[in-house]
C-alpha cells in the first residue's frame, strides 16, 4: 500500500526497478546530449542548423492488435518535442504505407526524431500503444526496428521505413524561428459523432470540422497571442467563475468529439489553389437535392480559430448542428484554451462578389477570393493584426485573393449578407441552416457530451485546475 513496506524480491518491485533504471539511462543520454551542447556553445563553437525533408514510408511486421481485424495504425512524429506531425490512419493493415512528407526548418543538427506507433481503437477514449523509433536527423534512408513495451513477450513491433533529406539552414539566422513547419500544408476533415446515429444524412458538411496545418504562423504573428475576451459575458462563463470548470468541462469533452482521429476522417495535402476551393465545395444538401452544385464552391460562411497550441487552422460552417447549447463556438474549435493566434469568421467569394455572381460561369473561369475577419466575442482579437493574417494566409494560398477586414467594417456586412443572400436564393440552402440548429428527433453533440460526463470528472478536473 502507498507508504507502506515493499517485497525488495516481488516481481512488481523489480520490474518497476529495472523500468527506473531504464528511464534513468535516457534522461542520461539525454543530459550527456545537453551537456554537450552546453559545452560547444562555451567553446565559441556553433551547432550546426539545417532543413529538413521527411519522408515517412511506411511499416511492416505490425503486430495484430485488434480482435476483429487486425491493426488501424497511425504515428506521432516529434523533433525534439518541440514540432510534431501526426500522420493519417491506415485501417485494418499490418504493413501501413503512408508516403507523407514532413518539411521543417532550422532544426539543431544534434536532435533527435522519436515516431510513436499507435493503434487508432474507433469509440475508445485512448488508442494503443504499438511501439517507437528513435533516430537522429542525419541525411538517409533509415530501416528502423520498432521497440515495443519493455515487458511484452515479443518486443520487436516491426519495422519502420522513413527517408530524411538534410541541408545547411539558408535562414540568415536560424535559431530567431527554430522548429519552424514548412508543408506541405496537410488537413484532416472530423465529422460530428452525430452523424454516425443519424439516417438520410447528405449534407455532411454541417457536420464536420476542418483541421489545417498552415505555414509560417510565428513569422507574421511572431509571439503575438490574442487573450480571451474578459468584457464579454460568454467568455465569462467560460473562463472564471465557479461554474466555469463545470462549463470548460463540456465545451472540451465536446471539442474531443469532433476533433476525434478516427479510421474514418478524410485526410488531404494542398498543393495548389484548386486544393484549397475544392475544400469549400458544397456536397450534397440535406435530403439529397443540390446534386448540381455538389462540385461547386458553397457560398458559406466559417467559423475559425488559429490555434496557440499547435498553429492550426480549425473551421466549421457557422451554421454547424454540433454549436447548439454551447456557450461559444470559438472556444469549442479552441479547446477552450485561454489564447488563440487569431479567430473569427471567414467567406470565400467571387471577384466583384455573389451579388454579381452567375452559376452560368464555372468556377474554374472566376478569380476567387477569401473574406476573412476578427469576429470573435471570445478572443476579441486586435484588428491591428488583420494586415499580418493576410499577409499570413497570402503566404499559405498563393493564388487567392485575401481581404482581412474588421468586424464592425461595412464592406465585410455587405458581403457577408450577399454570400448567404446568393446560398438562399440560388443554391437550395435553407435559412435554418445559416445558423446552429437540429431537426426533430436529432441528438445535440451538447447531450452527447452530457451523457459522457459525471460529476467525478469534473471535480477531477476542479482537482487539477486548482
Known amino acids: 500500500m502507498p507508504g507502506g513496506l515493499r517485497n525488495p524480491l516481488s516481481v512488481s518491485h523489480i520490474i518497476e526497478q529495472i523500468g527506473d533504471a531504464v528511464h534513468n539511462a535516457k534522461d542520461s543520454a539525454h543530459h550527456k546530449k545537453s551537456s554537450l551542447t552546453k559545452k560547444m556553445a562555451e567553446l565559441g563553437l556553433t551547432i550546426p542548423y539545417v532543413d529538413l525533408t521527411i519522408q515517412f514510408i511506411g511499416a511492416s511486421g505490425i503486430p495484430k492488435m485488434d480482435v476483429v481485424g487486425t491493426a488501424d495504425p497511425y504515428f506521432v512524429a516529434k523533433i525534439d518535442d518541440q514540432i510534431s506531425f501526426v500522420s493519417s490512419v491506415q485501417q485494418n493493415t499490418l504493413s501501413p504505407v503512408w508516403n507523407e512528407i514532413w518539411r521543417v526548418k532550422n ?3 544534434t536532435a533527435d526524431l522519436v515516431i510513436t506507433v ?3 481503437d474507433d469509440g475508445s477514449i ?16 533509415k530501416e528502423i526496428e ?3 513495451p519493455l515487458f511484452k513477450l515479443r518486443s520487436s513491433r516491426g519495422t519502420f521505413w522513413f527517408k530524411i533529406e538534410s541541408t545547411s539552414a539558408v535562414d540568415q539566422d536560424p535559431t530567431t524561428f ?3 513547419f514548412n508543408g506541405p500544408i496537410r488537413f484532416s476533415r472530423h465529422y460530428s459523432p452525430a452523424v454516425g446515429a443519424l439516417t438520410n444524412l447528405n449534407n455532411a458538411r454541417l457536420y464536420s470540422t476542418w483541421k489545417m496545418y498552415i505555414m509560417g504562423v510565428p513569422l507574421f504573428f511572431g509571439d503575438v497571442h490574442q487573450h480571451w475576451n474578459r468584457d464579454y459575458k460568454a467568455a465569462q462563463s467560460i473562463f472564471q467563475g465557479p461554474t466555469s470548470i463545470a462549463v470548460r468541462s463540456g465545451i472540451q469533452a465536446g471539442h474531443r468529439m469532433l476533433y476525434a482521429r478516427t479510421s474514418t476522417n478524410g485526410f488531404g495535402v494542398i498543393n495548389n489553389m484548386a486544393d484549397i476551393m475544392a475544400l469549400l465545395h458544397s456536397g450534397a444538401n440535406r435530403g439529397g437535392d443540390g446534386g448540381a452544385f455538389a462540385h461547386r464552391v458553397k457560398p458559406a460562411v466559417y467559423t475559425y480559430i488559429i490555434s496557440s497550441e499547435d498553429d492550426s487552422w480549425r473551421f466549421s460552417e457557422t451554421g454547424a448542428a454540433f454549436f447548439v447549447d454551447f456557450a461559444s463556438k470559438h472556444a469549442l474549435h479552441s479547446n477552450c484554451c485561454e489564447t488563440v493566434r487569431y479567430s473569427g469568421e471567414f467567406h470565400p467569394r467571387p471577384e466583384g462578389g455573389w451579388q454579381n455572381f452567375s452559376d452560368d460561369i464555372a468556377d474554374e473561369a472566376v478569380k476567387w477570393e477569401l473574406v476573412i475577419d476578427n469576429n470573435s466575442g471570445t478572443y476579441a482579437p486586435d484588428k491591428k493584426m488583420l494586415p499580418k493574417l493576410k499577409a499570413l494566409l497570402e503566404y ?10 474588421d468586424h464592425g467594417d461595412e464592406e465585410l456586412t455587405k458581403s457577408r449578407e450577399a454570400c448567404r443572400e446568393y446560398a ?8 435554418d441552416e445559416l445558423q446552429p440548429h437540429t431537426h426533430e428527433g436529432e441528438e445535440t453533440l451538447s447531450h452527447q457530451v452530457a451523457a459522457s460526463l459525471n460529476p467525478a470528472t469534473i471535480e477531477e478536473q476542479r482537482s487539477s485546475s486548482g
Request: proline letters at 7%.
Open 126 to 141: 485512448t488508442d494503443d500503444f504499438i511501439g517507437k523509433v528513435t533516430s537522429s536527423v542525419a541525411a538517409g534512408a
Open 424 to 431: 438562399l436564393k440560388y443554391r437550395g440552402v435553407k435559412q
Open 146 to 148: 520498432i521497440e515495443g
Open 107 to 109: 532544426v539543431p543538427a
Open 118 to 120: 499507435m493503434d487508432k
Open 396 to 405: 499559405n494560398f498563393p493564388g487567392i485573393a485575401i481581404f482581412a477586414l
Open 178 to 180: 527554430p522548429y519552424l
